[in-house]
């Protein structure tokens, strides 16, 4: 059984940084792309960062570029997100995904597996 287990979020300061973790199990960890997604209230699911199997290939939107990092430890079964200069706007669920695809994808139904997600918010 595979499973996904999101940690690492909580109430930060705008400025601060928070770091998640994802966790997997029951599944081969290294053969698989994962990526980190988040949804607003009352918006749709959207692509933040991905990184290959190997970890030398990194992506990341627009919005989170320069200020996330996404990292993995294949040894660990386990990928990060490091978010500084957090922002209002980054306020979301953050979730982590799993893909058998060999090159990037940013759309959900390209994901096999999802975690149950966890709560950032970014508020005075």
């Known amino acids: 059984q595979v499973q996904l287990v999101d940690t690492g979020g909580g109430l930060v300061l705008p400025g601060g940084s928070l770091r998640l973790s994802c966790a997997a199990s029951?599944?081969?960890?290294?053969?698989?792309?994962m990526a980190w997604f988040r949804q607003a209230p009352g918006k749709e699911r959207e692509f933040v960062s991905s990184?290959?199997?190997?970890?030398?290939?990194?992506y990341y939107s627009d919005s989170v570029k320069g200020r996330f990092t996404i990292s993995r430890d294949n040894a660990k079964n386990t990928v990060y997100l490091q978010m500084n200069s957090l922002e209002p706007e980054d306020t979301a669920v953050y979730y982590c995904a799993a893909s058998r695809s060999p090159t990037q994808v940013v759309t959900t139904d390209q994901y096999n597996y999802w975690g149950q997600g966890t709560q950032v918010t970014v508020s005075s």
């Open positions: 990184i290959s199997w190997s970890g030398i290939s990194t």
């Open positions: 029951g599944l081969t960890f290294r053969n698989y792309r």
